[in-house]
């Protein structure tokens, strides 16, 4: 199939995706209310805000993934591998049971980003040959290191404070600030893919080793270093946003590899839409399922991406 | 010389003595690890049997000056078993192994629960039996039915329309007192209606939830947390129009110990002045 005939039912996809997170959630709601005294309905305000966030996370995080396990060619490679999620944890923690949340609504997602990013820093620095295996142990290291801070902290905290730590390690997509939050990570999204696209071909090359890349005029350590910390930075930004979403990352990519093949210029977009689709669903599924309580959006992706996955391996297993 | 060397002696072990019985306590008496059950002990005259405290009971002002034996719920084992005390009282949180533990070591433990004006009567009835005190545990009992028959008469009297409360504990996630928790007990005296009703203890809730259910009023205990930064909040009604009660001290309403009517009292007449400024600068009584 042509690369532009599967983007386009991507995006037809996500649209609709799109559609039915403004159209459904914990209270229904008829489309002559969605505009009241001229003005848009509060909930579907909610809606439109959370499902765009839950679109760009995925897309994000997609995308991340999709680099990571290319780069370090490793099928178990997902976004949070560099110690983003640890030292994400560890921020976000300590700025909820330091007292910093206080500060106001952006104090938690600001700790959150500069752990995920000292973290991602304190790798690349504590790892000297900066190859993508030594990246990895050094990452997997220091996320350890950062887990064990964080469950201290949790140790030490109260339960009103560890609901919300627990609660932001979760994931959720239903207090991002479109200004702050939203509109800045979409930019870097962007940003992003479009580096990527004009990239694909060394992230190609990439994929069969450094060496490989290397005989074919690639600087392939500085472009493992320049991808790694691309990938590592949208995660940082996307988790200091939602919290820790866990099986977007790893699945999409996958799925979307299955289907579609290894050209990354080809899978690039429908990664990135497929992660938006994915996390739009599981976000309107949290919503729909508990009403009141709502589900963590994290733990739908992890429920509906674990079966699905296992399905996918086994059928692609049976089929060779 | 030898006698005036037993003498220093004997001084310096006095003095030795002296300060560490400081910090000593008496043996047989009883280390509360909750704030609520604190307050009662202090209430029913009591206090002086009080040898340690959890890090959170901080009511009254004196019992700060008792050692402390843990936080709350959360015994630190060496530190009782040192002192000695004949009683350990706590909700129960406290994780069975450690209660076995001061069991094992010849203490007793009493772990109820401590959640509402039923358990509150039941801790009151107990304590009286174990601290020798039923008279005053009786006027206690006394005392709670009387404030809870005339917060319920006052209201059913006023005749005022019950203003419909969403009660946030904690604002990102959204925890809030569902149905049968405290919080939902107090405000039904103060005239407020939770409006998580299908949801039991500090549930989770989503924004679209309290958007579609539109309380009159919120109650807001996360007092280390500005309610107006959160841009999440501001399709809420509530807060858009200002009607955020913070309780004058959160203390005394969410510990149900002896303090709790006081707060009821306060909680209400915050509600009344509230209500009563936004009739008179125009706005329209929910």
Redesign the interface.
């Known amino acids: 199939m042509k690369t532009a005939r599967i983007i386009l039912i991507y995006l037809a996809a996500a649209l609709a995706a799109a559609v039915c997170g403004v159209l459904f959630g914990a209270t229904r709601i008829p489309l002559s209310e969605f505009v009241q005294d001229g003005a848009l309905n509060p909930i579907v305000e909610l809606r439109i805000v959370r499902t765009a966030a839950a679109a760009v996370v995925g897309a994000s995080l997609a995308v991340s993934g999709l680099i990571f396990q290319a780069v370090l060619r490793n099928s178990l490679a997902e976004p949070y591998l560099l110690g983003v999620s640890g030292g994400a944890g560890l921020g976000a923690a300590g700025a909820i049971l330091l007292g910093f949340s206080a500060w106001g609504f952006m104090s938690v997602p600001l700790f959150a980003l500069l752990g995920a990013v000292t973290a991602n820093l304190l790798v690349f620095a504590a790892v000297r040959r900066r190859t993508a295996e030594e990246l990895l142990l050094g990452g997997v290291m220091i996320g350890t290191l950062a887990s064990s801070l964080l469950m201290v902290l949790i140790t030490f905290s109260h339960s009103r404070d560890m609901a919300g730590v627990v609660w932001w390690m979760l994931g959720s997509v239903q207090n991002v600030d479109p200004a702050r939050q939203l509109a800045p990570t979409a930019v870097l999204l962007c940003a992003a893919t479009v580096f990527l696209l004009f990239r694909a071909g060394d992230v190609d090359l990439l994929t069969f080793g450094p060496e490989y890349a290397w005989n074919h005029g690639v600087n392939a350590r500085l472009m493992t270093v320049i991808l790694l910390a691309l990938a590592s930075l949208l995660a940082a930004v996307t988790v200091s946003m939602a919290g820790i979403i866990g099986f977007c990352g790893l699945v999409v990519p996958h799925i979307v590899r299955r289907l579609h093949g290894g050209s990354h210029r080809k899978i690039l977009i429908p990664a990135a839409l497929a992660g938006a689709v994915y996390l739009m669903l599981a976000d309107i599924l949290g919503r729909v399922v508990s009403p009141v309580r709502e589900l963590p959006v994290g733990m739908v992706t992890a429920a509906v991406g674990c079966p699905v996955f296992l399905w996918l391996l086994n059928r692609s297993r049976a089929g060779s | 010389m030898r006698r005036l060397f037993n003498l220093v002696l004997l001084l310096a072990l006095l003095c030795l003595t002296a300060c560490s019985d400081e910090h000593k306590s008496a043996p047989g008496g009883v280390v509360s690890l909750s704030p609520a059950l604190t307050e009662l002990i202090c209430h029913l005259g009591q206090e002086k049997r009080l040898v340690a405290r959890s890090t959170a009971c901080d009511w009254p002002e004196s019992v700060k000056k008792l050692p402390t034996a843990g936080?709350?719920a959360e015994p630190e084992l060496e530190r009782i078993l040192a002192m000695k005390p004949a009683l350990v009282v706590s909700n129960e949180f406290v994780n069975p192994k450690d209660a076995d533990a001061l069991r094992q070591a010849g203490i007793a433990v009493e772990l109820h629960p401590c959640d509402g004006f039923n358990d509150y009567r039941e801790w009151v009835i107990l304590m009286g039996k174990l601290l020798d005190c039923p008279h005053e545990a009786e006027n206690e009992l006394k005392r709670t039915d009387g404030r809870i028959a005339g917060f319920e008469a006052e209201f059913n009297s006023s005749q005022k329309k019950t203003l419909r409360a969403l009660y946030v504990?904690?604002d990102?996630?959204l925890?809030t007192a569902g149905a049968d928790s405290l919080p939902d007990a107090v405000g039904r005296l103060a005239g407020l209606e939770n409006i998580?009703k299908?949801?039991k203890g500090?549930?989770?809730?989503?924004?679209?939830?309290v958007?579609?259910e539109d309380p009159d009023v919120i109650v807001w205990f996360a007092h280390?947390?500005?309610w107006k930064?959160?841009?999440?909040w501001s399709?809420?009604r509530a807060i858009r129009e200002g009607r955020v009660l913070i309780p004058r001290d959160d203390s005394a309403l969410l510990r149900p110990g002896p303090r709790i009517f006081d707060g009821i009292a306060d909680l209400k007449s915050d509600l009344e002045t509230m209500f009563a400024d936004k009739e008179t600068s125009g706005d329209a009584q929910p």
């Open positions: 936080d709350f504990i904690w990102s996630p925890l998580v299908s949801e500090y549930p989770s809730i989503s924004l679209e939830f958007l579609k280390d947390k500005d930064s959160n841009p999440s399709g809420i």
